[in-house]
T-cell receptor, first 114, second 111 residues
Framework: GAGVSQSPSNKVTEKGKDVELRCDPISGHTALYWYRQSLGQGLEFLIYFQGNSAPDKSGLPSDRFSAERTGGSVSTLTIQRTQQEDSAVYLC????????????FGPGTRLLVL | QKEVEQDPGPLSVPEGAIVSLNCTYSNSAFQYFMWYRQYSRKGPELLMYTYSSGNKEDGRFTAQVDKSSKYISLFIRDSQPSDSATYLCAMSEPGAQKLVFGQGTRLTINP
């Protein structure tokens, strides 16, 4: 079956513009995660969705970052008024089980803010 | 101090060598331990998954967890050029939803 897909694969934007990144999880997976990977760094947790529960937003770095998940499937991560330090690879993962650790990652969206 | 420490390398070894990759951590509540492999411009791929202490073997890969020392390892036997990638350790607490990752070790296997 299809894995986690993300779009766009690459995004170049100007400082101050808003961007939207999309994630399509594996069908049937109830949990969805967003991570950020900066150059030479490990993955940094951003936000987590599980079913209809309130999302865990504890990793979002500022109020410029927000995410939503519509219909328990597709998710969009929005960054408003982008800054150069937002440049990174944004990775989405989905999981069939809560707390199992078996997260399946998409290929990521490479964001460059000029 | 980061919760999970991992030497970023780079690490370069000849084909056929045994590779040892390691992470240390500070949070004694971690119970789930994982190793992910990430090829260039790809997402991380789950390699090994271990609960609590002990060893787990899968083909040429062996994962070890020593909770008393807060130290985990991944061994790759008979390394191949196709094993060249960045290896990330990750761990989580029971019931927690987020994974805490190490920085990743960039590994190159030379033919």
């Amino acid at each position: 079956g299809a894995g986690v897909s993300q779009s766009p694969s690459n995004k170049v934007t100007e400082k101050g513009k808003d961007v939207e990144l999309r994630c399509d999880p594996i069908s049937g997976h109830t949990a969805l995660y967003w991570y950020r990977q900066s150059l030479g760094q490990g993955l940094e947790f951003l936000i987590y969705f599980q079913g209809n529960s309130a999302p865990d937003k504890s990793g979002l770095p500022s109020d410029r970052f927000s995410a939503e998940r519509t219909g328990g499937s597709v998710s969009t991560l929005t960054i408003q008024r982008t800054q150069q330090e937002d440049s990174a690879v944004y990775l989405c993962a989905s999981s069939p089980l809560i707390g199992s650790g078996t997260q399946y990652f998409g290929p990521g969206t490479r964001l460059l803010v000029l | 101090q980061k919760e999970v420490e991992q030497d970023p390398g780079p690490l370069s070894v000849p084909e056929g060598a045994i590779v040892s990759l390691n992470c240390t951590y500070s949070n004694s509540a971690f119970q789930y331990f994982m190793w992910y492999r990430q090829y260039s411009r790809k997402g991380p791929e789950l390699l090994m998954y271990t609960y609590s202490s002990g060893n787990k073997e899968d083909g040429r890969f062996t994962a070890q967890v020593d909770k008393s020392s807060k130290y985990i390892s991944l061994f790759i036997r008979d390394s191949q050029p196709s094993d060249s990638a960045t290896y990330l350790c990750a761990m989580s607490e029971p019931g927690a939803q987020k994974l805490v990752f190490g920085q990743g070790t960039r590994l190159t296997i030379n033919p």
